[in-house]
């Protein structure tokens, strides 16, 4: 045990020698080249310098009109800009590292080192973060030490940990992506076209964030923090996920081939013939569907949901947590009991629920499109958000429902009979429905951070958009449409049954 | 110390290398030569356990390179196509950098480097700027930074094909030398006469596939067909033409030479002075048509 631990020691110890080479070399070659080191020192000596000065300025202007609260809340502003700026080029840094070094056809002798895939990306992600990050604090502390002799002017304690907390993770966030991006495609101009995908977030992260500064509301930037940090783990593993020699040096031309695409879609979405063991070429023309049911519905379906358990198991936590998010608001925001006057309901109250803007035709069609619609927003939403938003969409509705059940708890009705009624005998179909295709969507979303052991991003892709359209057409629709006609046809009569006057 | 077996790899429905058997033990230089496009490339990133082999298996050094590819890097020295260095390093930094990643201390790197940029006759790159060096003096420091190691497996790919002719025949001697150090050698060149000086066996590749294999000589033999010998004589070769006839086959004659194939020169070619001497026929020399791999390469390739 003493030995395998001093092994340990002795790999993780070697492993780190070796990340650590690799980012002195790429910080020595960083900081020698100009088009990065004078931006870097103009962002982190002069424009923090202008910032106190132009602080400075605003303040006096705006004492001049009785409107100090602006300069107050300028000041904090001003030292996450001074942080943001430099670490903004950690991004040029991070865009450039597979893909310049294929350019310049560096990185095959690098390739053939003993670096391991995962060492390799941990160095190069740490070389482009490292000169950005330290000039960004830099840049604070000149901006701070120029306020401080003008103004007399101190930070509140809060901002001098958030602000370099802040910088940090979105500076993590910006060159993972980077790296991701660099490692994926051919040529610098490539990276630096993809790099909107991680420019456009951030741009409206930051707005963001400077309105919450004006706002004051430091404790509310303390939740993006975290949020960026979890944004960043998903990142880092997709990075080490994707990255592979292979791809790096494989890849010549970044060319979108459809017809290839579609081929490896159409292959994945095929299923093999079967029905209980019976040759089904050997059965008459006319019966051979029974195989094709029979593959699908005894074979590909079950095979599809037992690759996708993780994912369900995903979605069933999120559904449980939303009926105690539902339970917990009820307790927290009770209803006056008048509202929810159950014994009032009657057919009209159903047949006027359209009156309410956000709710459909209560029709099957109607029940039916929007369910459909809802399930397909929540894969599209996914597949931008790893999978996350598809989660939160399937987890609102039912936070919703527990929050009434807790509700008509409160003002005497039994809510085992409001479940029972209201929700079940719909449910008990569209729910589980629901839950599937939630499922499938989010591993439309996470097979870019993690794909399919063998298979490349895109496969992965594809592999999953197959097994989503194929569970969906033939599971999830019926299941849903089903759930329409209950919840149309038969769901009214039973609250009405149990709860009408 | 290199062995490939059925060594195969697809690009998507594309097969680069098809089922390619071969080993190079150690002490031994094979050159693998095919034309553009080939698969010579593909091979060596394989060997480097850079590109992972869709199926067959090779072992470098003992190691598998799918099973340990770091092990198997760790004991290769590659010099690839480009030599891909860093411009604005130094020398002395470039391969501390890869001395360290390769494992060896800054004293041993130091020493092993310099050592190399002496034997190349260029130690004046240790404090210069790799972006203000020649072409060929890149392509000679790519060689240290693949050598720095003493690796036990070197792949080199164009190893002399920006260097002028001194610089080229230090790395020939070089690489000649390590032979000697029983250190195996993979040679993928273009230069058809740097491949015959240099290789014990030669490797044609062609679409992915080896098509001949074999010693520089087994190959001319093989493709070419029995060695061609050239008599020049003091008189006219007429009238001697009856006389060799019988003992071998005619290819050529001229006015005072004729030309024939033997498949034993070691026991024709003293027969045949004999017979002349006997007759008082003069020779005035009697030497073997030089047939260059350039032309069993052409006939491989070209032809097939």
Redo the contacts between chains.
């Keep these: 045990m003493v030995a395998l631990t001093e092994r340990m020691r002795a790999v993780s110890g070697e492993s780190l ?2 990340v650590f ?2 980012v002195r ?1 790429e910080v ?2 960083s900081l ?2 100009w088009r990065i080191v004078v931006p870097v020192v103009i962002l982190t000596l002069f424009f923090p310098v202008l910032m106190s000065f132009v602080a400075d300025i605003a303040l006096r202007w705006v004492a001049k009109y009785g409107a100090p609260i602006v300069g107050d809340r300028l000041l904090p502003f001003l030292l996450m800009v001074v942080g943001f700026f430099p670490i903004s080029f950690s991004l040029v840094i991070a865009l450039e590292t597979f893909a310049g070094e294929k350019e ?6 690098l ?6 895939d995962a060492q390799l990306y941990l160095g190069k992600t740490l070389a482009a973060m490292i000169p950005p990050l330290l000039a960004a604090y830099l840049g604070i502390i000149v901006y701070l030490v120029g306020l401080y002799f003008t103004k007399g002017w101190t930070p509140p304690p809060i901002l001098v940990v958030l602000i370099p907390s802040l910088t940090t993770a979105e500076g993590l966030v910006m060159v993972s992506g980077a790296v991701v991006v660099s490692s994926q495609t051919t040529s610098v101009r490539a990276s630096n076209l993809l790099a909107s995908f991680i420019i456009i977030p951030m741009a409206l992260l930051v707005q963001g964030e400077a309105i919450i500064m004006f706002w004051a509301n430091y404790n509310v930037l303390w939740w993006i923090v975290p949020f960026l940090v979890v944004v960043d783990i998903i990142l880092v593993r997709m990075g080490i996920h994707t990255f592979n ?2 791809g790096l ?2 890849r010549e031309i970044d060319e979108l081939n459809v017809a ?1 695409l579609w081929r490896a879609f159409r292959g994945h979405l095929c299923w093999e013939w079967w029905f209980f063991g019976l040759d089904v070429q050997k059965m008459p023309a006319r019966l051979r569907w029974l195989g094709t049911l029979g593959g699908l519905y005894g074979r590909d379906i079950p095979a599809i949901l037992r690759r996708s358990w993780l994912a369900l198991v995903v979605v069933t936590v999120g559904l449980v947590s939303s009926a105690f998010i539902g339970h917990a608001y009820a307790a927290r925001y009770p209803l006056p009991p008048e509202i929810l006057g159950l014994e009032h309901i009657s057919a009209e109250t159903f047949t006027e629920l359209p009156a309410v803007g956000w709710l459909p035709n209560f029709t099957t069609w109607g029940v039916l499109g929007n369910n459909v619609r809802a399930l397909l927003l929540a894969a599209l939403l996914a597949v931008f958000s790893f999978g996350t938003l598809a989660v939160a969409l399937l987890m609102a509705p039912l936070a919703i429902v527990f929050f009434f059940v807790t509700q008509v708890a409160h003002v005497g009705y039994s809510s085992a009979l409001f479940l029972a009624a209201f929700v079940l005998p719909h449910g008990l179909l569209e729910l589980p429905a629901a839950g599937i295709a939630t499922a499938l969507a989010v591993r439309l979303g996470a097979t870019f951070t993690s794909p399919p052991q063998g298979m490349t991003v895109s496969d992965g892709w594809l592999w999953a958009l197959a097994d989503f359209v194929k569970v969906f057409v033939a599971l999830v629709l019926p299941l849903l449409a089903l759930a329409a006609a209950i919840e149309v046809h038969l769901t009214p009569f039973i609250v009405m049954w149990a709860f009408g006057g | 110390m290199i062995e490939l077996i059925g060594l195969t790899k697809q690009f998507d429905g594309f097969t680069a290398v098809d089922q390619v058997t071969l080993s190079v033990e150690p002490g031994e230089i094979l050159a693998l030569l095919g034309p553009n496009g080939a698969g010579k490339t593909t091979t060596v990133r394989m060997l480097a356990a850079i590109l992972r082999p869709t199926a067959g298996q090779a072992f470098v050094a003992g190691y598998s390179v799918t099973e340990h590819p770091r092990e198997v890097r760790q004991r290769i020295g590659l010099l690839t196509e480009h030599p891909g260095l860093y411009l604005r390093m130094r020398g002395e930094e470039y391969l501390d950098f890869f001395g360290r990643l390769m494992g060896l201390d800054a004293d041993e790197c130091e020493r092993r480097a310099r050592e190399l940029l002496a034997r190349f006759g260029m130690p004046e790159a240790w404090n210069q700027r790799m972006g203000t060096y020649s072409k060929g003096m890149r392509q000679k420091m790519a060689l240290v930074r693949a050598m720095l190691h003493d690796p036990s497996v070197l792949l080199l790919d164009e190893p002399t094909s920006a260097m002028d002719p001194h610089s080229a025949k230090l790395v020939r001697d070089s690489v000649l030398s390590l032979r000697h150090h029983q250190r195996a050698i993979m040679i993928c060149t273009h230069n058809l006469a740097e491949a015959e000086a240099l290789a014990d066996r030669i490797a044609i590749i062609r679409r992915g596939r080896i098509i001949v294999l074999g010693t520089p000589a087994e190959l001319k033999v093989r493709l070419l067909g029995p060695p061609l010998m050239e008599l020049r004589l003091t008189r006219p070769a007429d009238g001697v033409v009856k006389l060799v006839s019988g003992l071998v086959g005619i290819k050529a004659q001229g006015e005072d030479w004729l030309r024939y194939s033997t498949p034993n020169p070691q026991g024709t070619n003293p027969l045949l002075l004999q017979t002349l001497a006997s007759h008082g026929v003069g020779v005035v020399t009697l030497s073997e048509v030089p047939r260059s791999l350039e032309d069993v390469y052409l006939r491989v390739v070209v032809e097939e």
Excluded: Q
């Design positions: 020698r070796l080479t690799l070399r020595r070659d020698r080249d310049r056809n560096s990185l095959e002798p390739l053939a080192t003993p670096l391991t020699r292979e040096l494989g290839s």
